[in-house]
C-alpha cells in the first residue's frame, strides 16, 4: 500500500487556537520583504522608520481589502455562511484585491509624509514579488491554489522533490502545483528586479513588477481549477492582469513623456511627485 507524506496544513495548536503554516508562511514572506525593503530605504538616504507605517498600514489594509474582494465573488456562498468571512486563516484571500488595498493605503501615506511614491514602489516592489512568491507555498500547505488533475508520472517528470508530489494527492487525485509554478515566477522576478533596478529610473522597478507579475499571472491563472470568475468564461485574475500590464506600461510611457526622472541609484529621498524636475 503507498504512504504518501501529507502535510497537515495546522503547524501546532497552542489550546483551542490552531496555529496555521498558511499564516505562518505569509508573516514569514511579509517579514523578509520588510527587512530587504529596509536595507534599501536606508541606502536611499531616508529614515529608518520611513517604511514603518507605509508597510504595517498598507500590509492591515492589504489583507482587509483582499479578503472582501475574495468574498465579493464568492458571495454566494458567504451569504450562508456569513459567519466564516472573518476566517482569513483558512485561506481565501485575493492577492489582486490586496495589492488595490495595499496601493492606495501607501499612496494615502506617501502623501501624508510628502514621499514620492514612485521612489518608495521602487524600494518594496522586489520585497513584493518575493514576499509574494513565499505567500503560495502557503497555498500549498493549505492545499488549494493547484491546477487540474494530472498523473504522478507527470509530476515526477517535472524533477520536483516528493513532498511535492505527495501534497498534490488530494482527495485521491493528484493536481498540477500550479502555486509552484507562480513562486518560481515571483522569484525569479525579485532577482530580475533587483539586478535592474539601480539602471532604471524612478518608477521603472515598480512598473516592471506590474507587468511581470501579472504576465505570470495570467498564464498560471489560466491553469487553476478555483479562480474567482466574473462571467462565463472569464477569470477575475486573468482580467485584472492585462489591466495591471497595461497600467504599467501607460505610467512608464507617460513618466518619461513628462518627466525627467532621475535614475534609482543617482538621488537620495524625493518628495511628492508634483516637485519632479519636469
Known amino acids: 500500500m503507498m504512504t504518501l507524506s501529507y502535510i497537515d496544513p495546522i503547524a501546532f495548536e497552542l489550546g483551542p487556537i490552531s496555529v496555521r503554516w498558511y499564516g505562518i508562511i505569509i508573516a514569514m514572506g511579509i517579514l523578509l520583504g520588510y527587512f530587504i525593503a529596509q536595507a534599501s530605504v536606508i541606502r536611499i538616504g531616508f529614515h529608518q522608520d520611513t517604511l514603518v507605517d507605509i508597510i504595517f498600514w498598507s500590509a492591515i489594509f492589504g489583507f482587509i481589502v483582499a479578503r472582501i474582494y475574495f468574498v465579493i465573488f464568492q458571495w454566494p456562498y458567504y451569504v450562508q455562511?456569513?459567519?466564516?468571512?472573518?476566517?482569513?486563516?483558512?485561506g481565501g484571500i485575493a492577492i489582486h484585491g490586496g495589492?488595490?488595498?495595499?496601493?492606495?493605503?501607501?499612496?494615502?501615506?506617501?502623501?501624508?509624509?510628502?514621499i514620492n511614491p514612485f521612489q518608495i514602489g521602487d524600494v518594496i516592489a522586489p520585497s513584493m514579488i518575493l514576499g509574494q512568491g513565499i505567500g503560495r507555498w502557503g497555498n500549498f500547505m493549505n492545499h488549494e491554489a493547484h491546477g487540474g488533475t494530472v498523473s504522478k508520472s507527470f509530476l515526477e517528470n517535472l524533477h520536483i522533490p516528493d513532498f511535492i508530489i505527495n501534497n498534490m494527492y488530494i482527495d485521491g487525485k493528484y493536481y498540477q502545483p500550479t502555486f509552484l509554478y507562480e513562486s518560481?515566477?515571483?522569484v525569479l522576478g525579485f532577482v530580475i528586479l533587483i539586478l535592474l533596478r539601480k539602471h532604471l529610473r524612478i518608477g521603472d522597478t515598480f512598473?516592471?513588477?506590474l507587468i511581470w507579475y501579472s504576465i505570470g499571472r495570467f498564464f498560471v491563472e489560466g491553469m487553476r481549477t478555483d479562480s474567482l470568475m466574473l462571467a462565463g468564461d472569464i477569470r477575475i485574475a486573468q482580467l485584472m492582469s492585462i489591466i495591471l500590464i497595461i497600467i504599467g506600461v501607460v505610467i512608464m510611457i507617460v513618466r518619461r513623456v513628462k518627466y525627467e526622472a532621475p535614475r534609482y541609484k543617482a538621488v537620495g529621498p524625493l518628495s511628492w511627485p508634483s516637485k519632479e524636475v519636469k
Open 184 to 186: 518560481i515566477w515571483d
Open 207 to 209: 512598473c516592471l513588477y
Open 81 to 90: 455562511h456569513p459567519i466564516e468571512i472573518p476566517m482569513i486563516w483558512q
Open 99 to 114: 495589492l488595490i488595498g495595499g496601493f492606495v493605503t501607501g499612496i494615502i501615506i506617501c502623501k501624508q509624509k510628502n
